[in-house]
C-alpha cells in the first residue's frame, strides 16, 4: 500500500529557479546578470518611457479630452427590453419589478447601482417599477398604460437606501 509520505516527483519534472547572486560558481554571481555598472544595474530605477534621448511618444501627442470624477453612471434599461423581459417570463407584471428583479436577471451586479428608465419602444402590461432615474417620456408611456414610477435614491452620505414615490 502507497502512503503519502512514499510519493514522489518524477525526477527532472520541476525545475529549481534561478538563484541569483549566489557566488562565481553558480553563473549569475557578482553582478548577478545585470552587467557591469550604469543607471540600470542600479537598484530601484526605470525608466518607463525613455526612449534614447528622443522625445517620448507620450509627450509628443497632445492632452486630449476630460474625465469627469463626479459623472454618474446608470445601467440603462429601455421600455422594448422590459417587454421582452416580461414576454420571456423572466420578469412578472404583476408584482413591483426592483432592484432584488433587477439582480435577479443579472441587469445589475450590486445595489449600489443605478437603473434608469428610458422610453425607447413601448410597454404593453400595466407595471410598478423602481428606478434611480427615468425619462420623463418613460414615465409618460407606463403611466399611460396604468402603471406608475417609483424614484429609488441611494444618499451619497450614508448607505441607507430611501423610497421616494413620484406621482
Known amino acids: 500500500m502507497m502512503k503519502l509520505n512514499e510519493i514522489k516527483d518524477n525526477i527532472g519534472s520541476t525545475k529549481s529557479r534561478k538563484r541569483i547572486g549566489r557566488g562565481i560558481g553558480s553563473g549569475t554571481g557578482k553582478t548577478s546578470g545585470k552587467g557591469h555598472k550604469g543607471?540600470?544595474?542600479?537598484s530601484g530605477v526605470s525608466i518607463k518611457g525613455f526612449e534614447g534621448g528622443q522625445m517620448p511618444i507620450h509627450r509628443r501627442l497632445p492632452k486630449r479630452g476630460f474625465n469627469n470624477i463626479n459623472r454618474v453612471s446608470y445601467t440603462e434599461l429601455n421600455l422594448n427590453k422590459l417587454q421582452k423581459l416580461i414576454d420571456s417570463n423572466k420578469i412578472n407584471p404583476n408584482k413591483p419589478i426592483n432592484f432584488e428583479t433587477y439582480l435577479d436577471i443579472g441587469l445589475i451586479k450590486s445595489n449600489k447601482d443605478k437603473v434608469k428608465l428610458l422610453a425607447k419602444g413601448e410597454i404593453k402590461n400595466k407595471v410598478e417599477i423602481e428606478a434611480t432615474n427615468f425619462?420623463?417620456?418613460?414615465?409618460?408611456?407606463?403611466?399611460?398604460?396604468?402603471?406608475?414610477?417609483?424614484?429609488?435614491?441611494?444618499?451619497?452620505?450614508?448607505?441607507?437606501q430611501t423610497k421616494e414615490t413620484e406621482v
Open 39 to 42: 543607471q540600470k544595474s542600479r
Open 135 to 160: 425619462s420623463e417620456n418613460a414615465k409618460k408611456s407606463i403611466e399611460k398604460m396604468g402603471g406608475k414610477i417609483i424614484k429609488f435614491e441611494n444618499k451619497k452620505s450614508n448607505s441607507k
